[in-house]
């Protein structure tokens, strides 16, 4: 079974400050990890994603997230935030075959000016 | 705009009434996912179809039913509805399984408020 862990459920930052967003995951077999952000009444949608290769990957609007094997761990980060990153981001973890998708409960952050 | 469409947007009903949510996946896309977004539960895995066949399933309550037509839409069934089962009900849709890097493409979702 998968599961995912998300630490802080509200991360409150200034704007233009570094931010990290925690996850960890557990599986039995190998992953594959995203990031996904959900803005108010919005559907959410895909930050980044690691499936294989380097485990740094970087996604949109300046995101990037490592994968972290030992530690099981994909934390995402931003070295400058905007305004506009306020939002809900959610961690997710899926099996090789894409049957099941699980999802973290999500951290909001709230950036301030 | 992801190109998943679901309806209604709202919908406010009564307990032990019974619903049905509708979602248009992306065109081409054979998959099919929903999911649940309460307050205190998160996001939760209900059900995945691809193409018309049940491939997944997640914390699916025996009152909720799910099934994918032949031209790919997908219908939630949700019967006998309880005050807990007021949530934000996600449809996200995957393209087929060779060209699959694990993209879900969520639509904005139906809002259920059971009164």
């Known amino acids: 079974a998968q599961s995912v862990t998300q630490l802080d459920s509200q991360v409150p930052v200034f704007e233009e400050a570094p931010v990290e967003l925690r996850c960890n995951y557990s599986s039995s077999v190998s992953v594959y990890l995203f990031w996904y952000v959900q803005y108010p009444n919005q559907g959410l949608q895909l930050l980044l994603k690691?499936?294989?290769?380097?485990?740094l990957v970087k996604g949109i609007n300046g995101f990037e997230a490592e994968f972290n094997k030992s530690q099981t761990s994909f934390h995402l980060r931003k070295p400058s935030v905007h305004i506009s990153d306020t939002a809900e981001y959610f961690c997710a973890v899926s099996g090789g075959n894409f049957n099941k998708f699980y999802f973290g409960s999500g951290t909001k952050l709230n950036v301030k000016p | 705009d992801s190109g998943v469409t679901q309806t209604p947007k709202h919908l406010i009903t009564a307990t032990g009434q019974r619903v049905t949510l509708r979602c248009s996946p992306r065109?081409?896309?054979?998959?099919v996912y929903w999911y649940q977004q309460s307050l205190d539960q998160g996001l939760q895995f209900l059900i995945h179809?691809?193409?018309?066949?049940?491939?997944a399933k997640g914390n699916i309550l025996e009152r909720f039913s799910a099934q994918q037509f032949p031209d790919l839409h997908s219908e939630l069934n949700l019967s006998s509805l309880e005050l807990g089962d007021s949530a934000l009900y996600f449809c996200a849709s995957s393209p087929i399984v060779r060209t699959n890097t694990g993209e879900l493409f969520f639509g904005e979702g139906s809002r259920l408020t059971v009164l």
């Open positions: 690691y499936l294989s290769g380097s485990t």
């Open positions: 065109s081409g896309d054979l998959s």
């Open positions: 179809y691809y193409n018309g066949e049940e491939r």
